[in-house]
């Protein structure tokens, strides 16, 4: 993995002694500058119905760089996640005030197709939801609704895809057996590689190892490290050693607003906010 050593300026003011954390000050979250985002979000405040989630959100995403969100429980981490595929508009009452560009393209626009943005930007769940089909045909569903319809085709994309999720070997004997008799995480593996058959730009995680052991998390995450090549990789999750592990920018959410934005090593031992150090400490959660 590329060094986690700044790249680019922060915009606030840095820690008023070495190696502590600046005092909260309320305003702008400390960020760096992103010489070329996949995606910005920009002003970005979320409702569900009476109540909101987000508070005028802006970030932009590096590309094919993983970037983990932190954050406590509730902060929003999950609701901005599913804001950058539209998954909310799934959701009754949820309204998005702002604006999320993708390659400079308004993703919330009158004329966006839903159904490929979401095969540009795919997603990987917290609980592992295989389809109850085949292991080949949970891999070939999203390319037979792109119109994928010739064999050699279907099982070229298979085996790909299913060798760049390091499940290929496990399954290759079976690919016509349920995928509901295999394990917790070749379910979550068989999962990243239904998403990324159909070819997506950034892949986005919801929590995908809170549900794993340590022996099937190590090797999600040693994927998501493969997988950093050729996507980029927005991954919420509440386990900072995790985030510290595999991700090169972290933004850590609290209450629904962006505290701080930085590479991970930076944000984990010089952040510019009080409630990160208290957060990454461990003294409130």
Same mark, same amino acid.
């Given at each position: +993995? ?6 680019? %300026? ?21 960020? &760096? ?19 909101q989630a987000l508070h005028d959100i ?38 998005? &005030? ?6 400079g393209e308004d993703i919330y626009g ?12 795919? +997603? ?97 995450? %040693? ?63």
């Open positions: +993995m590329a060094s986690l050593e700044p790249t680019a %300026d922060v915009k606030t003011p840095k820690p008023a002694g070495a190696g502590q954390a600046a005092p909260a000050s309320g305003g702008e979250a400390p960020c &760096v500058s992103i010489a070329d985002p996949v995606v910005r979000v920009r002003g970005v405040s979320v409702y569900y119905q009476s109540r802006t970030l932009d995403f590096p590309r094919k760089q993983v970037t983990a969100v932190i954050g406590p429980s509730g902060c929003g981490k999950s609701t901005l996640l599913r804001c950058l595929n539209r998954m909310n508009d799934l959701i009754d009452g949820v309204r998005l &005030v702002g604006e999320i560009l993708l390659d009158p004329d966006v197709d839903v159904i490929e943005l979401r095969r540009r930007v795919g +997603m990987v769940f917290q609980r592992a939801a295989p389809f109850p089909k085949s292991i080949y045909e949970n891999v070939a569903y999203g390319l037979r609704i792109c119109g994928i319809r010739r064999r050699s085709i279907l099982d070229e994309c298979v085996e790909q895809s299913l060798r760049r999720a390091g499940l290929w070997e496990e399954v290759k004997d079976r690919l016509g057996r349920s995928a509901l008799e295999l394990s917790g995480g070749q379910h979550q593996r068989l999962c990243i590689a239904r998403a990324i058959a159909v070819n997506p730009e950034i892949i986005l995680m919801d929590e995908p190892c809170s549900e794993l052991d340590p022996r099937s998390t190590a090797r999600i995450e %040693d994927l998501i490290a493969e997988l950093r090549r050729q996507y980029t990789i927005i991954i919420v999750t509440h386990n900072m050693q995790q985030a510290a592990r595999v991700s090169d920018y972290t933004a850590f959410l609290y209450e629904g607003e962006l505290i701080e934005f930085g590479p991970t090593r930076q944000l984990f031992t010089r952040p510019q906010r009080q409630e990160t150090d208290d957060y990454i400490t461990g003294r409130f959660g």
